[in-house]
């Protein structure tokens, strides 16, 4: 056995009670075990049993448990209350240091039949008066006892975090309060602290780029150019005429500027165009006076220029020249060292015969996009092409947003074309706008650039755009394509 030993004096009942009456009402299985205590301040009714969906119970047994399905163990009455004695229960009451059993009240006729309970009877509980009762196996005690003093509620509160959290907030909002009333410097509005040569500034005060149709050549369409070009066959020469000083002139070959077929001469007819008269002038036409010739070339030259000359390669405009440049890059001879015949220049910069690169022609002159006629200097152009889009955002607000950025995907192109004049091409991003409208992730989808540091800048550029909110949540998946030209054509 297990009890509790008294250490110390007990305390006070005026400490813990108070005037006002309670009822403490235990219930009990068998003698000892404690199932249930209740105190009911001011005094009340209660009952055990099974609850039903007209009337409640404080405390659930079953009908097989108590004979009853609703069973009073005590009814109020004015200040206190009367205990209900079941029919057949066993007990006895205590008033003050007495204690009487049932049977003996019930001779001495001080019970009274319930009108609650039937078969049980009642007996109204006196002021420090109880009740214990056994039915079955349960023991019912109702106790008439002074009611406890509440107790209040005590949190220790350590005040010193709140006054430095209330004295930081405190300054913030006196310095903000200070920024917000202060006046900016009239230098500080000024853009002349800008510098105009920066990089980032060009790009800020550039306008905004409209949209143009993507190249045919980064569709990957069959132009009609020339293809191609070849180095004139034989031993490497310079072009141009060998008595001129060298300057910044180009040849040229007279002709209609709509010439299909242009082409140069075999020979040269300068010394026949010299001793002869106008009769041997008009025959001297079947060679050239004062234009490149060929071994492979025709029997006279026919071009597309304003004026024939013995100039270089490429130029300012139309004059004799000599020195730099030719049909080949290095040497002294009549050819470039290659395979090509009636043509000139090596690679892509060929112009006559198998024209160079993307020609205006077929078999071309090579004067369209890889000829020199009407060259320019070219900028280096960004356009968006066709966008796909899978969500709630329109292809519209998508092209927008990006438009505004189309100078990030500038500079990381650019920043290549220093070391690859050359390289152009298309790069298809894949990135996921999240319901907030950041961008949740980017990728390249796929790129003919094949340049990962344009392409790496790129992506990073783009994790940084924030578009609108995608209406009704969820997410949108956008493959945007970039197309970079070099030629800016």
């Known amino acids: 056995m297990y009890g509790l030993v008294a250490t110390a004096p007990a305390v006070p009942a005026h400490e813990i009670e108070t005037n006002e009456r309670a009822i403490e009402v235990s219930v009990l299985w068998g003698d000892r075990n404690v199932l249930n205590v209740d105190y009911l301040t001011p005094p009340r009714d209660y009952f055990v049993g099974e609850p039903d969906s007209d009337e409640e119970v404080d ?19 004015g200040a206190g209350v009367t205990a209900v004695i079941p029919q057949g229960a066993k007990g006895e009451v205590t008033i003050g240091d007495q204690t009487r059993s049932f049977d003996l009240m019930r001779g001495q006729g001080d019970f009274r039949d319930s009108r609650n309970l039937a078969g049980a009877q009642e007996w109204p509980v006196p002021e420090g008066g109880s009740v214990r009762m056994k039915h079955n196996d349960f023991t019912f005690i109702v106790k008439d006892v002074k009611a406890g003093k509440k107790v209040a509620g005590h949190a220790k509160l350590d005040v010193r975090p709140l006054i430095y959290v209330a004295g930081a907030a405190l300054f913030a909002s006196l310095v903000l309060t200070m920024f917000y009333f202060q006046p900016p410097r009239p230098r500080g509005l000024s853009s002349d602290l800008l510098a105009t040569d920066s990089r980032l500034i060009q790009f800020l005060m550039e306008p905004e780029e409209l949209e143009e149709p993507e190249p045919e050549w980064l569709n990957g369409a069959d132009s009609s150019g020339g293809g191609t070009g070849k180095a004139h066959e034989g031993e490497q020469g310079q072009m141009g005429d060998e008595t001129a000083e060298k300057t910044k002139n180009k040849y040229g070959i007279q002709g209609p500027e709509d010439n299909p077929d242009p082409q140069m001469a075999r020979e040269q007819a300068k010394e026949d165009a010299r001793t002869a008269g106008i009769i041997g002038t008009l025959a001297s036409m079947q060679g050239s006076f004062n234009s490149p010739t060929s071994p492979y070339g025709a029997d006279f030259a026919l071009g597309n220029d304003p004026a024939s000359a013995l100039g270089a390669m490429t130029g300012n405009e139309i004059g004799q020249n000599f020195g730099f440049g030719g049909l080949g890059l290095r040497g002294t001879g009549r050819g470039g060292g290659g395979m090509g015949q ?126 609108p909110a995608p209406d009704g949540g969820g997410v949108v998946v956008v493959n945007y394509p970039f197309l970079l030209d070099a030629a800016g054509q």
């Open 59 to 77: 405390y659930i047994l079953g009908h097989d448990a108590i004979g009853a399905d609703r069973m009073p163990l005590c009814i109020a009455e």
């Open 342 to 467: 009636g043509t000139i220049g090596m690679g892509n910069f060929g112009t006559i015969g198998r024209g160079g690169g993307r020609g205006a022609g077929e078999g071309g002159y090579g004067r369209g996009v890889g000829g020199f006629r009407g060259r320019s200097a070219g900028v280096p152009q960004v356009r968006s092409g066709g966008a796909e889009v899978r969500g709630s955002l329109s292809k519209e607000v998508i092209r927008r947003v990006v438009r505004r950025h189309i100078n990030e995907v500038k500079f990381c192109y650019e920043q290549q074309l220093n070391a690859r004049p050359d390289l152009q091409g298309r790069v298809t991003t894949r990135f996921v706008i999240s319901p907030t409208g950041s961008v949740q992730s980017a990728m390249v989808a796929g790129s003919s650039l094949r340049n990962e540091a344009v392409e790496s800048c790129i992506v990073r550029a783009v994790r940084r755009w924030t578009f």
